[in-house]
């Protein structure tokens, strides 16, 4: 029997993170994903199989707990889901240095580094790191003024990817920037138009579909390519 394929997926308490592992997990891999509280993790503790670890992702000392909890690991897919919508202003200028730094740290700088932590342990040749961006990252994404500095954080967050693909060096992954679509989750909100299921499902379908092609990708949930 071949070894189950094995992911790392960064955020899965709620929402899109939690529906990937459930995903995943059906489809016989073994999953191990985070959580910033172990106490908000009911819904994820509910997976079968499923191994659970602690991280906030914006804390470094909270990575190196991971780094070195997960050193031995080999994945065939980390998806580093984690992300905030971060403040509403009416006028996005308004936001205070400490708004604007949570979201960019979040959004567009730890996923990052964290990618640049365990890069060294996706599986050479067929790996997948997967970063959860948004159609709204595209830079001249037109509409939803109101989320101008999200739009912006995720166009950061394309655009860190980009330096990040640049400076990989033999036994280089293959890298997706992937617009879920937009899905009713507490960020996408009731009225969205997919639910969480057709979503990772069309999700974990691009992930197989780009194993082993080598690049980076910006697509979305059923493998349309993105303008940047
Ligand atoms: N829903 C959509 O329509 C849509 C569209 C495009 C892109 N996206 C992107 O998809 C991703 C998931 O969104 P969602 O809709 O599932 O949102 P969600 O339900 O709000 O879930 C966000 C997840 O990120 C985790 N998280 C936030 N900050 C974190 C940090 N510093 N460290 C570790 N985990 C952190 C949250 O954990 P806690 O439970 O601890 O807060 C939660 O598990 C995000 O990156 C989002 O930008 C969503």
Do not use: C
Request: charged share 20%; proline share 5%; net charge negative.
């Amino acid at each position: 029997m071949p070894a189950k394929k094995t992911a790392l997926i960064i955020g899965a308490s709620r929402g899109l993170g939690l529906g990937l592992v459930k995903r995943l997990t059906e489809q016989g891999w073994e999953v191990t994903a985070t959580v910033r509280d172990q106490h908000n993790a009911d819904d994820l503790k509910a997976v079968p199989g499923v191994h659970i670890q602690t991280l906030d992702m914006d804390e470094q000392s909270s990575l190196e707990v991971l780094t070195h909890n997960l050193k031995d690991q080999v994945y065939d897919l980390l998806f580093v889901n984690a992300g905030v919508t971060g403040p509403r202003h009416d006028n996005p200028t308004d936001a205070t240095a400490g708004e604007l730094g949570q979201l960019f740290l979040t959004n567009a700088v730890a996923p990052i580094r964290l990618a640049k932590r365990f890069v060294d342990h996706i599986r050479p040749k067929t790996g997948v790191i997967a970063f959860m961006s948004s159609g709204l990252g595209r830079v001249t994404s037109p509409g939803s003024p109101e989320l101008a500095l999200y739009k912006a954080s995720k166009a950061a967050l394309n655009s860190m990817t980009n330096t990040f693909v640049t400076q990989l060096g033999d036994n280089k992954p293959t890298v997706l920037s992937i617009h879920p679509g937009w899905v009713r989750t507490s960020m996408g909100g009731e009225g969205a138009d997919i639910d969480v299921e057709t979503s990772v499902k069309g999700m974990v379908e691009q992930v197989e579909r780009f194993a082993g092609e080598g690049g980076h990708h910006f697509v979305n949930y059923k493998g349309e390519t993105i303008p940047w």
